[in-house]
């Protein structure tokens, strides 16, 4: 059983435009909401972060909202570029646990220029 | 820092022998972590350490694989004998500790097993 539910797989966006991926998860235990991003031939790296107790968090162009109460976090590129082609992976932590890390399935951005 | 090396970086073999995969975490980092990709099951944890013992060894697929962490500095994925399905891009993740939120990945094998 999924831990962490990603949607959607790919998502073609125009250069320019807004890119969305979302992520629900069930366990309430986890409190630590990381994305990584992942270029062909590399290992993925952190790129955002959010825990529980905030709703938002931006960081340049990336932002991630957090739904508590839904257990949903979403994961937002604003003026998405070439450059941000990637596959983006959201991810939850317990950190009680040895910070078991439970990835979701991946979303394959591909922003068209 | 050179961040998480892992070793070798592609490896071909046949099908039925042996292979062996490296890891060395970030020096002071004490929880490792094993993945394994494919475009059909995405990022799978297969095993993960903390201060050399394994804590979760679930996502292993079978008694094919077995992995060590003889100590804080290096870790084998070994798979015995190897198969066609075996075939994806393993990584290597540590992190350096409790309450940690960042995990550092490696740049991954490429295994091939014909």
């Known amino acids: 059983q999924q831990q962490v539910k990603q949607s959607p797989q790919s998502l073609i966006v125009q250069k320019g435009g807004i890119s969305i991926i979302n992520c629900a998860y069930e366990?309430?235990?986890?409190?630590?909401f990381p994305w990584y991003q992942q270029f062909p031939g590399k290992g993925p790296a952190l790129l955002i972060a959010?825990?529980?107790?905030?709703s938002e968090k931006k960081e340049g162009r990336f932002t991630i909202s957090f739904n508590k109460s839904a257990k949903q976090f979403s994961l937002h590129i604003m003026d998405s570029q070439p450059g941000d082609s990637a596959t983006y992976f959201c991810a939850a932590i317990e950190e009680y646990n040895f910070n078991k890390f439970y990835f979701g399935s991946g979303t394959k951005l591909n922003v068209k220029p | 820092d050179a961040g998480v090396i892992q070793s070798p970086r592609h490896e071909v073999t046949e099908m039925g022998q042996e292979v062996t995969l490296r890891c060395k975490p970030i020096?002071?980092?004490?929880?490792l972590f094993w993945y394994r990709q494919t475009m059909m099951r995405g990022l799978e944890l297969l095993i993960y350490?903390?201060?050399?013992?394994?804590?979760?060894d679930s996502g292993m697929p079978e008694d094919r694989f077995s992995a060590k962490m003889p100590n804080a500095s290096f870790s084998t994925l070994k798979i015995q004998p190897s198969e066609p399905r075996d075939s994806a891009v393993y990584f290597c993740?540590?992190?350096?500790?409790?309450?940690?939120?960042?995990?550092?990945f490696g740049p991954g094998t490429r295994l091939t097993v014909l």
């Open positions: 366990n309430t235990a986890f409190d630590y």
């Open positions: 959010i825990r529980p107790d905030v």
């Open positions: 020096s002071g980092h004490n929880s």
């Open positions: 993740a540590s992190i350096s500790g409790p309450r940690t939120d960042t995990q550092y």
């Open positions: 350490f903390n201060n050399n013992v394994p804590i979760d």
